[in-house]
């Protein structure tokens, strides 16, 4: 069994929700990070990377990590994976680490790279997200040996939301 359980699927299919869902009833510590989309007027969005354990509240200008407009590729701010990305995964302890998500975003910023890896290569388990494109950041991710990648659909997301909660709950 792997240590680590990465979900990956279409946007808006349901994974963070499974991840949420999953660590509320786990009901344990977690460290690591989630990214927060804010939508406003327009459709513009505003992503935040934040704790695992976080709130709106730790939406601040200095977790800003992009800023999206629709039908235009995302504004970056690549120094938050480093300022604020870094050390949430370099203090990351058990009993569960979150990762969610990791996607195109990071694809040149190695320091936070380095930094993922360094959690997969631990003994701490991690319950994360993963988007489904073909990068090596991200295939390197998914091939990690100590990572399962399971697809969530429309069709499986409440299943699996079960089948994740078994799993997380033996690794725990």
Known sequence: MSLHLFLTGDVQVG???IVS???AELGVRVSGFRTVAIVGEGG???IFLIPAAGTREDCTPAAH???RVPGRMPEVH???FVSCGVPLLAGCSGPLVVMDELGWMESSCFLFQEAVFSVLDGTVPVLGVVRDRRLP???AVRGHPHVEVLVVTRENRDELREVVLRRMRERC
């Open 78 to 80: 690549e120094e938050v």
């Open 15 to 17: 994974k963070s929700t």
């Open 137 to 139: 950041f991200l295939d």
């Open 65 to 67: 990590l992009a800023h």
């Open 44 to 46: 513009e969005s505003d």
């Open 21 to 23: 869902g999953v660590v």
